[in-house]
């Protein structure tokens, strides 16, 4: 197996060593529709106040609202689109804290910002090194509904040795 490098990976733009603590970065923005939270809640949360109207009206939404797990894919296809596509990006080992701290609602705009808050070279893997990050995404009110934190692996442009 060839090793990734600079030299024969020349779609990569970010590698690990490029990552700075502090960093914040706007991803972009999306904007379910009804169709699409129907669509993704008849497959994947098949409630009833993510499945019609009438269901999200009788419920403490007060009407139609996305499942948690959609705007989390959104969030991820936000990131993987205006970010991850660019970087040497390895994957994630996990989550240590999500929250969905506002509904939300068809046509709501939703912009997605990261924020990078700590690195570190993996012990076990010299060519990988880590990086622990806060994602945020408001709605068109700028009202928070999204507060995920997790780590992401990045290949390193230069191994440790």
């Not at 939270?37 to 949360?45: N, P, V």
């Not at 990086?131 to 507060?147: P, S």
Request: glycine share 8%.
């Amino acid at each position: 197996m060839t090793a990734t490098t600079p030299e024969n990976s020349p779609h990569i733009k970010i590698w690990w060593e490029d990552l700075e603590i502090g960093q914040t970065r706007d991803l972009g923005s999306i904007s379910p529709t009804k169709e699409e939270i129907i669509a993704f809640a008849s497959q994947f949360d098949p409630q009833p106040f993510h499945l019609s109207e009438e269901g999200g009206r009788a419920s403490v939404f007060g009407a139609l609202s996305s499942s948690g797990w959609h705007t989390c894919a959104m969030a991820m296809r936000l990131m993987v689109t205006n970010f991850l596509h660019e970087t040497s990006s390895l994957g994630s080992p996990g989550l240590e804290s999500l929250k969905w701290t506002k509904p939300v609602y068809p046509g709501d705009v939703l912009r997605l910002q990261h924020t990078i808050t700590e690195k570190r070279p993996m012990s076990k893997r010299p060519d990988v090194g880590l990086v622990r990050t806060i994602w945020e995404m408001f709605n068109q009110q700028g009202e928070k509904v999204l507060h995920m934190e997790g780590y992401g692996m990045f290949r390193r442009r230069e191994p440790a040795q």
